[in-house]
C-alpha cells in the first residue's frame, strides 16, 4: 500500500532527495516550504512539481496550523522535518527565524504528527556538540556549546528542539525519532551554501583560489547524500521508536586541507595558486567525527560510498549547474 509523506523542508538539499525517494516508489508526498533558505526556481523542486504524486504548499513551519490540514487531507504515515536554514552564512544572516523555525516549527511539525498518529523524524543536527572536547561524538556526549555565538541560533535552537521532541514522546507518547546528521554533500547543494565541500568545489570550477579557514588541520567527516537518505528512511520506516537520538554520517575523518587537496586533485591538478589560508570562525568546531553504533545496531544502516567516489560525482553536478 502506497504512503502519504510529509516532507518539512522539501525544496531543499535534502528534503528534495527524502521526496524524491518516496515519489519513486509510488508514494504521495507533500512537501512544505517557505524558501528562506532554498531556491523555488531550483531545478529539483520543478521535477518534483510536475510528478502528480507531489502536492506542494508555500508555508512557515513556524506558524502551520494542523487543523487546516485535517481538512484538505486524511491520513499521514510519516513526517520529515527539514525545515531549518543549515546553511552557516544563512543562519548566521537569519538568527531569529532559524531559532524560532527550530523551536516553534518543530512544535507545530510535531503537533500534525499528534493529530495524524504519525511517526516523525526530527532533523537534529552533530552541531548540538558544539566544538567537541572528544575525538568522535557518541550520543551520550552532552556537547560544548557556546549559548550566546554567532552560532547559538543553529546549535542551541537544535538542542532545544531534541528537548522538545523527547517532551512530547516521553509526555504524549508522539513517535518523535531525532536523527543527528553530521556533514552531508552532493547533488543538488545551493552553490552559495557555505559548507567546506561545496565552497572548495565551485571555488575550484570557477578558477578561484579555495579559502582554508584556520591551518586547515580541523577535522571533519563526510557523508554522501545517499547514505544519508538511506539512513533518514530507515529511522522513519523502523519498527520501534529509538527512544535515543542517532547519529547519522560517515565515521571516516579527514582534515580540511586532505579535503582540499582531494578537490585539486579531480578539477585542475595542474593550476598553481591552489588556495589561501582565512581566520578560523568563531565557535567553528575543531573535530567532528560521529559513534554510528547506534544506526549500526538498530538500523542495521552504515555508508556505502567512499568519500572519493561521492566527490567525483558531487563535481559532476557541480558542473552542470556553474
Given at each position: ?87 552557516p552564512p544563512i543562519y548566521q544572516s537569519m538568527p531569529i527565524e ?80 531525532v536523527a543527528r546528521i553530521f556533514n552531508t554533500y552532493g547533488s ?27 591551518d586547515g588541520s580541523q577535522t571533519r567527516s563526510f557523508c554522501y ?98
Amino acid at each position: 500500500m502506497n504512503k502519504n509523506i510529509v516532507v518539512a523542508g522539501a525544496a531543499g538539499f535534502l528534503g528534495s532527495h527524502i521526496s524524491s525517494h518516496y515519489l519513486a516508489k509510488g508514494d504521495i508526498v507533500w512537501g512544505i516550504d517557505n524558501f528562506c533558505s532554498s531556491d523555488c526556481d531550483s531545478m529539483h523542486l520543478k521535477i518534483l512539481l510536475n510528478n502528480p504524486q507531489f502536492g506542494f504548499f508555500m508555508h512557515d513551519v513556524r506558524t502551520f496550523d494542523d487543523r487546516e490540514w485535517h481538512r484538505l487531507y486524511n491520513g499521514v504515515d510519516i513526517i520529515y522535518n527539514m525545515a531549518c536554514p543549515a546553511s552557516p552564512p544563512i543562519y548566521q544572516s537569519m538568527p531569529i527565524e532559524t531559532i524560532t523555525t527550530c523551536v516553534n516549527g518543530t512544535v507545530n511539525m510535531i503537533k500534525l504528527a499528534q493529530a495524524m498518529g504519525a511517526a516523525i523524524v526530527h532533523a537534529s543536527t552533530s552541531e548540538i556538540y558544539g566544538d567537541p572536547n572528544c575525538d568522535t561524538q557518541s550520543e551520550s556526549y552532552w556537547g560544548n556549546v557556546n549559548s550566546y555565538g554567532q552560532r547559538s541560533c543553529y546549535d542551541e535552537g537544535k538542542r532545544g528542539s531534541e528537548a522538545i521532541c523527547y517532551d512530547y514522546l516521553n509526555k504524549y507518547n508522539v513517535d518523535v525519532r531525532v536523527a543527528r546528521i553530521f556533514n552531508t554533500y552532493g547533488s543538488r547543494m545551493r552553490q552559495n551554501d557555505g559548507r567546506v565541500v561545496s565552497n572548495f568545489i565551485c571555488q575550484r570550477l570557477r578558477g578561484d583560489k579555495m579559502t582554508i579557514y584556520g591551518d586547515g588541520s580541523q577535522t571533519r567527516s563526510f557523508c554522501y547524500v545517499d547514505d544519508m537518505v538511506r539512513g533518514l528512511i530507515a529511522l522513519g520506516e523502523f519498527h520501534l521508536n529509538p527512544r535515543s537520538p542517532v547519529n547519522l554520517g560517515n565515521p571516516c575523518k579527514i582534515t580540511v586541507r586532505s579535503l582540499a587537496q582531494s578537490v585539486i586533485e579531480k578539477i585542475e591538478p595542474e593550476r598553481e595558486q591552489h588556495y589561501t589560508l582565512s581566520a578560523f570562525p568563531t565557535d567553528d568546531p575543531h573535530t567532528r567525527c560521529p559513534d554510528i553504533s547506534i544506526a549500526r545496531q538498530l538500523l542495521g544502516w552504515q555508508p556505502k560510498i567512499s568519500l572519493d567516489e561521492g566527490l567525483t560525482r558531487t563535481i559532476e553536478y557541480f558542473k552542470t549547474v556553474i
